[in-house]
């Protein structure tokens, strides 16, 4: 089935500790993205890349890293985990950097104590 | 100010309500407006765009926006207990550069529909 894998679904890591997410998308979509959701907050925007080899900054960067090696991964990196990244976390892709219509994965729900 | 605020809820209606979502935005430069709904647990998916002003319908979904008042709404007719989710309202403008593409969602509100 076509569409965006995320993993894993959850965390529970200590404060400081290394920690990557992965997302991988099927459907040979140029845009992939990271956001974060917060109670109250909404969907937040990490990262994107707008096609594989580029990557940018959204609205709430720091703490975190992100690569674009090929079209299908795009893996978020926390360096060094803080409880204020304890969030639900997801992936999403679309077709082209300028779609309305993004495509999301399952979500990745992790922990930070 | 947030660019985009959406009334969190939490809304309860029974079957068969007419329900109204609502977001407004201070950002003029958005031109595309988005409603995206999420299930519990899961990942928002696409459930209506507009460009610009004006109305769009799709069964039981009408979409509104009014540019002039920075408002835009979201009615669905007939609510069914599948329709319980949080409903996030989305934009985006035209700009390039560092804005190219980014979507601008609101807080969500959460809606739950009883029999």
């Known amino acids: 089935i076509a569409g965006i894998t995320q993993a894993p679904t959850s965390q529970i890591l200590a404060a400081g500790r290394r920690m990557t997410l992965r997302c991988t998308q099927d459907m040979r979509h140029n845009a992939m993205y990271w956001y974060r959701q917060d109670l109250g907050l909404g969907l937040r925007l990490i990262h994107y890349s707008n096609t594989a080899g580029t990557t940018g900054k959204g609205e709430v960067p720091d703490g975190y890293s992100v690569s674009r090696a090929n079209t299908d991964d795009f893996p978020l990196t926390l360096a060094s985990a803080v409880p204020s990244q304890t969030s639900v976390y997801f992936c999403?892709?679309?077709?082209?950097?300028?779609?309305?219509?993004?495509?999301f994965g399952p979500g990745t729900r992790l922990t930070v104590l | 100010q947030k660019e985009v605020e959406q009334d969190p809820g939490p809304l309860s209606v029974p079957e068969g309500a007419i329900v109204s979502l609502n977001c407004t935005y201070s950002?003029?430069?958005?031109?595309?407006f988005m409603w995206y709904r999420q299930y519990s647990r899961k990942g928002p998916e696409l459930l209506m765009y507009t460009y610009s002003s004006g109305n769009k319908e799709d069964g039981r979904f009408t979409a509104q926006v009014d540019k002039s008042s920075k408002y835009i709404s979201l009615f669905i007719r007939d609510s069914q207990p599948s329709d319980s989710a949080t409903y996030l309202c989305?934009?985006?403008?035209?700009?390039?550069?560092?804005?190219?593409?980014?979507?601008?969602f609101g807080q969500g509100t959460i809606l739950t529909v009883h029999p």
């Open positions: 950002n003029s430069a958005f031109q595309y």
């Open positions: 989305a934009m985006r403008s035209n700009a390039g550069g560092t804005s190219y593409g980014k979507l601008t």
């Open positions: 999403a892709s679309s077709a082209r950097g300028g779609d309305n219509e993004q495509f």
